[in-house]
Structures are given as structure tokens and as C-alpha cells.
């Protein structure tokens, strides 16, 4: 039977962080996933140019639980940690907006960059291995797995299979599966960073609007987004609506402000003032996509009253539509299009500096597989650094 000190299960951003690191400080690691090849999310995050961390990460940018745990794991790896990582491959990258960082060229420069590392460590990584069972080993010292290339030993296990988003990837609940065995809690789970299906008017509005993109700002159980909206056929999607869908319960409404920054109520009542000829429709044109326009206005029975003519029940209205729009979703596109799993491993049940879980010593959690979410713009892959790096010093 082949042996190994360290076992990481999952070949994505943070198992292969893990491995890597732990590699390189003289263990014996081996990576085994179950597709045909590693880092496939790492490939398709950010458009294809992964937005592999930001500028600004804080622990007020995750969602767990316990909004403690991530803090130990978020200061010994930072950021410019893996910056300086990627620095020293002499990668191409650029920050796009809100501290957001990406490649130049295609997200495939960070994988290779954690096959170099994973190499430097002579890493052993496995594809095409599916895990048919683990138990621990008859001494008590260890985990014996049953794959499809045979069984394997190791000391140290790691889980770093990621959540239930995107099955399309490869997706499984095999994470929380193997956790459950072992003892751990798992909280709810839910399709995060994920766009909003509508119903009745609402989607017949989004509908035909589908493809119309702008910057709105969001708000749900007193957290407030300011990114684009996009309308799609299924609802609503965009950086705004993917951010607040974190804080969102079924049932709640959102506050959407299609004009943040900007009273209209008052802007019209000052165009009025000023004795502006211009129809309403043009004016607000001006700044907003001219289909929002008259898809909202027709929406209030206001795109043919001159603005002269608006009443202050008018302008109200205007200002409830374009400042306050109430939209209650629906539902979620769910798993199939979520960027990542809200909810996971109870971290209660793992320790937030060496990553083992606390009641079976010698398996280790990391990732996305903990009930530790991310907001969206590199902080999941930050997480994913992080918790991989302070896992592999102590496998």
C-alpha cells in the first residue's frame, strides 16, 4: 500500500495551496481528485482571468457563524503574501476596481504557478482518483483510503473539496460527507454569490430589459452593495445583485437605487426650477440606459407627461422607481450558477490556527468546505490561500 504523510483531497485553489506549502517544508503529500484535471474553477473564475485576491481583505468581508475564525488565518497570510508569491513568477496582473486583482492574460498563469510550487515540493498529484471510502488506520495513527488506484496511507488527511456550487465542475457534497463521519457539525448550506429568479411583472420587466447593465446600489438586512445590475431572462445578475444575494433569506425584498448618489425627487424639482425644456425621458437618459428609461417611466404611466406638468404624487413616484425600487426575488438560480456555497463545516468543530479538526486528530479542513463565504472580488480565493497556507504548516 502506497504511503504518504499528507493526503490532500481536492485539487483546487486551497488544497493545492496546501499541498504545495506543505511540501516544501519536507512532507510527503500527495493530491487526489476525482476529474481530469486540478484547479478547474481557478481556470473559469474571473471571466477566465481570475480575480485571484484584492487590496483590501477584512474579516467584515466574510460570512460565517462564527465571524471570528477566519481572523488568525487572514493575518498570518495576507494579501501581499501572495502577491510577493505571484511576484516572484514575474506574473502580469492589474487591479480592475473596488481593490480587485487579475491576471493580465488568462487565470491559467495561477494555476501553473501552484504546479511550480506543488513541483518545488515534489507534490505527487493524482486526477482521475475517486475515493471509494477513508477510515482510520487499525493503529489508530492515521487514515486508510480505498480510491480507484488503490488504497493509499497517509498521517495527515485534508478535506479541501470546496461546496456544492457549480456541479457542472465537478461539484459534490463529498466534503460535508466525509466530515459527518468523522463527527463534524455542518451548518445550512445555500447557493451564495448567485443571481435572483422573478416572477409575474417583475420578471416580464427583467425580461425585456435582458442584457441592460448599470451601476445601482443594493440593499438587504442592512447591508448595502454599490455595483452593476444586470437584467437577465431569468431575473436579475451583476456584481450588485451577486453581493447582496449573501445577506438575502426567500421572502426578503431588496431596495434597489438606480441612481445612487442622485435625489431624484429633488433633481426633477430643480429641472422644473430651471425651466428645462427637455422631455423627462431625455433628461434622465442622460445617465441611465435609454431602454431602463422607458421601461421604468412606462412602468408609472409617466413617459408621456412633460415635466412641467409633473405633480409632486408625480415626482414621488419617480423618486419610489428610480431611488427605491422594491424587488422581492422569487428564488436563486441555485447551485448550477452560485460562485460559491454559503455555510459548511461548523468552525466551532476546527481549530482556526492549525486547521485540524479538534475531536479527530490528523484530519484537516479547508476552504470552501468551512463555513467561512467570502464576499465577491478575491476574497474567496484569499480564503482559499490562507487557510491552505496555515493548514500546510502543520500537516
Known sequence: MKRYEVIVIGGGAAGLMCAATAGQRGRSVAVLDHANKVGKKILMSGGGRCNFTNYDVEPENFLSANPHFCKSALSRYTPWDFIALVSRYNLAWHEKTLGQLFC?????????????????????????????SVAKADDGDGFVLATTQGDIACQSLVIATGGLSIPTMG???????????????????????????LKGEPLELAQSLAGVALPVRATCNGQAFSEALLFTHKGLSGPATLQISNYWQPG??????????????????HWQQQGQKSELRTLLSQTLPKRFVSAWLERINLDNKALAQLSNADIDALAQAFNRWPCTPAGTEGY???????????????SSK???????????????VLDVTGWLGGYNFQWAWASGWCAGQYV
Open 104 to 132: 493580465d492574460n488568462k487565470a491559467k498563469d495561477i494555476l501553473n504557478i501552484l504546479l511550480a510550487e506543488c513541483e518545488a515540493g515534489q507534490v505527487d498529484i493524482r486526477t482521475h482518483c475517486s475515493i471509494e
Open 171 to 197: 461539484a459534490t457534497g463529498f466534503g460535508y460527507d466525509l466530515a459527518k463521519q468523522f463527527g463534524l457539525r455542518i451548518t445550512p448550506r445555500h447557493a451564495a454569490l448567485v443571481p435572483f429568479t
Open 252 to 269: 426578503d425584498t431588496l431596495k434597489i437605487d438606480f441612481m445612487p448618489g442622485t435625489d431624484l425627487g429633488q433633481q426633477v424639482r
Open 336 to 350: 448550477r450558477t452560485a460562485e460559491v456555497t454559503k455555510g459548511g463545516v461548523n468552525t466551532d468543530d476546527v
Open 354 to 368: 492549525t486547521f485540524e479538526a479538534k475531536h479527530t486528530p490528523g484530519l484537516y479542513l479547508i476552504g470552501e
